[in-house]
T-cell receptor, first 113, second 114 residues
Framework: SQQGEEDPQALSIQEGENATMNCSYK?????LQWYRQNSGRGLVHLIL?????REKHSGRLRVTLDTSKKSSSLLITASRAADTASYFC?????????????FGQGTELSVKP | DAGVIQSPRHEVTEMGQEVTLRCKPI?????LFWYRQTMMRGLELLIYFNNNVPIDDSGMPEDRFSAKMPNASFSTLKIQPSEPRDSAVYFC????????????FGPGTRLTVT
């Protein structure tokens, strides 16, 4: 079963606006990661946040994690047309000490110039 | 580094034929993962290896699917016999757990079974 559920499934915004995507999960985690997938390509790692962290920044990306609510959000500020892609959250379950990740269904972001 | 390499990039085959997908992980990575992506089911983990040993194959859909990793630089995913419902994009990914679970994905193999 899917660990992560993402919201919204699709998001369309204008260039320069901020984009926010949310992810909810079910079990305890070691960390949560966000990936981007451009059409027809493999997934690319964006950012990782550990279970003992609440917020993390990387360039125009801001990720928050609320372990009490089992949820995370990804904020992309000042979006660009090149940010158009699908975004996936992935969780590393606490029960699994290997590198296994469980991916959500993704949010399809469209940034219009 | 060249990244994760997958071949072929596209495969079209007829139902009943054997299909073999190949993956070369990033040198030094000790975990290798096979995923399948479809519109209906999203991204599913099929199987993963650690140090060439299969750790969890609970995602392999049927006995028609098998995966091997004969050495640290090569893995195969085989479907025999193939069926139209196997049509999907198959991704291979690798990582080095010591670097914190970030996975590096290959470009994928788009499989079409007619």
């Amino acid at each position: 079963s899917q660990q992560g559920e993402e919201d919204p499934q699709a998001l369309s915004i204008q260039e320069g606006e901020n984009a926010t995507m949310n992810c909810s999960y079910k079990t305890s985690i070691n960390n949560l990661q966000w990936y981007r997938q451009n059409s027809g390509r493999g997934l690319v790692h964006l950012i990782l946040i550990r279970s003992n962290e609440r917020e993390k920044h990387s360039g125009r990306l801001r990720v928050t994690l609320d372990t009490s609510k089992k949820s995370s959000s990804l904020l992309i500020t000042a979006s660009r047309a090149a940010d158009t892609a699908s975004y996936f959250c992935a969780t590393a379950p606490s029960y699994n000490q290997g590198g296994k990740l469980i991916f959500g269904q993704g949010t399809e972001l469209s940034v219009k110039p | 580094d060249a990244g994760v390499i997958q071949s072929p990039r596209h495969e079209v085959t007829e139902m009943g034929q054997e299909v073999t997908l190949r993956c070369k992980p990033i040198s030094g990575h000790d975990y290798l993962f096979w995923y399948r992506q479809t519109m209906m089911r999203g991204l599913e983990l099929l199987i993963y290896f650690n140090n060439n040993v299969p750790i969890d194959d609970s995602g392999m859909p049927e006995d028609r699917f098998s995966a091997k990793m004969p050495n640290a630089s090569f893995s195969t995913l085989k479907i025999q016999p193939s069926e139209p419902r196997d049509s999907a994009v198959y991704f291979c990914a690798s990582n080095d757990r010591g670097r914190g679970y970030e996975q590096y994905f290959g470009p994928g193999t788009r499989l079409t079974v007619t």
